[in-house]
């Protein structure tokens, strides 16, 4: 108990340093998070069209997700130095495996039946795509960006092993001076930004789901 309350008398002592911290952990994972839904997405649709490729962009994003990310982050200081953009390369590296999965598997799995009718009303493979695909596709796409972003909020978090910023600075600077109280103040940071993006996002998936597909995750029909 005693622990908690040097904790939290620490976030008042030092309140506009974790403030300062919090906004750049904030803009890295957005920055991250942006980059990795744009290739990502663009990724899951066009391996839609190549099985071959398909096989193999996955098997390459399974392998990134293998890597260690701390060994990601180190890999990548010969090749763009120490800080931000390092950060960013490897978390956007890091993240790309769910959305360009979930991607196309959604997009994959629409219905047969769905598509041959939409394509026998003489609907062009662009309309297919963006009228009837990805619209159907889009709470499992969802569901793969709501899983990269707690992710990556997370793994930011290394980026001040490699003279990066955000929240990893405190927990760094905890484990260099001893200072268990700043380690901790850092991690409950870190786990409150995710845990409240998580809430968010988990409200908008729900939505998602009841508007596109008529249940919830729970899969409920909604009446």
Known sequence: MEFMKDVFSLYFERSEFFLTLLYEHIIITFIAIVIITIIGVTSGILITRNKVA????????NFLYTIP???????LVPLVG???KNA???LSLYGLLPIIRNTYVGITEVDNQIIESAIGMGTTQKQLLFKIQLPLA???IFAGFRTMVIMTIALAAIAAFIGGGGLGVAIWRGITTYFTEMI???SLLVALLAIVTDFILGIIEKRLRIRILG??????IQS
């Not at 990310?69 to 890999?75: E, P, Q, R």
């Open 54 to 61: 398909a096989n193999i962009v996955l098997a390459a994003t």
């Open 69 to 75: 990310s701390i060994a990601l982050f180190g890999i």
């Open 82 to 84: 120490i800080g931000d």
């Open 88 to 90: 960013i390369i490897a």
């Open 138 to 140: 889009l709470p499992v």
């Open 184 to 186: 901790m103040a850092g």
């Open 215 to 220: 249940k919830t995750n729970e899969g409920g």
